[in-house]
């Protein structure tokens, strides 16, 4: 089975910078996505890492560790629209994603 | 800016009922899927669908569910009869080639299922 752990929810302040975790078991690995996800609303797409490393865009942020099985997506000078789901994604074949619960995080003035 | 586009955006049925989920995918696109998400829950994976035929399915989409592309722009998901645990958001969504090496999957708005 696929196993994909972020953090349920975090808080931060406009302005600051967030950093969300995704750790991930998978019986493959063609690389790595994250979304943003408004309540009742389609996945968005932030990033996509296939090399371990940072890729760097914008305010956004995505890093890979393959070796550890982790990423994180970072987000800078938050902003109140930032609030959402940010949902981190495993590509496992050439075309199935396995999603974890997402983090939720909320944006407070 | 391309997208696709999912109708009916919330469809209500009755259990045992068969519903039509439409979908026009980005039109260059060539790679076709459908996934859903259970309130409150994560999105999972259905199905991915590619010249004419199904490439992948989960354990999910038994034999109650089948996908069809009936002309050049629609990419239906039919559940044959419906149980209220079909209730859930089903996301449509496309890729111009296959998502390992175009790196991009793109989801429509998502259609809205409650089953009653």
């Known amino acids: 089975g696929q196993n994909i752990d972020q953090p349920t929810e975090m808080t931060a302040t406009e302005g600051a910078i967030v950093q969300i975790n995704c750790t991930y078991q998978?019986?493959?690995?063609?690389?790595l996505f994250w979304y943003q996800q408004h309540a009742g609303e389609a996945p968005t797409f932030l990033s996509y890492?296939?090399?371990?490393g940072l890729e760097e865009k914008g305010r956004f942020s995505s890093f890979l560790s393959r070796s550890k099985g982790y990423s994180y997506l970072l987000l800078k000078e938050l902003q109140m629209k930032d609030s959402a789901s940010y949902l981190c994604?495993?590509?496992?074949?050439?075309?199935?994603?396995?999603f974890g619960k997402g983090n939720q995080v909320v944006v407070i003035p | 800016e391309p997208e696709v586009t999912q109708t009916p955006s919330h469809q209500v049925t009755q259990m045992g009922q068969e519903v039509i989920l439409r979908c026009v995918p980005i039109s260059n696109h060539l790679y076709f899927y459908w996934y859903r998400q259970i309130l409150g829950q994560k999105v999972e994976f259905l199905v991915s669908f590619y010249n004419n035929e199904i490439s992948e399915k989960s354990e999910i989409f038994d034999d109650q569910f089948s996908v069809e592309r009936p002309d050049g722009s629609n990419f239906t998901l039919k559940i044959r009869s419906t149980k209220l645990e079909d209730s859930a958001m089903y996301f449509c969504?496309?890729?111009?080639?296959?998502?390992?090496?175009?790196?991009?999957?793109?989801f429509g708005e998502g259609s809205r299922l409650t089953v009653l």
């Open positions: 969504a496309s890729s111009q080639g296959d998502v390992a090496g175009v790196g991009e999957l793109f």
């Open positions: 994604a495993v590509l496992y074949g050439n075309n199935r994603l396995a």
């Open positions: 890492n296939v090399l371990d």
């Open positions: 998978t019986s493959g690995f063609n690389g």
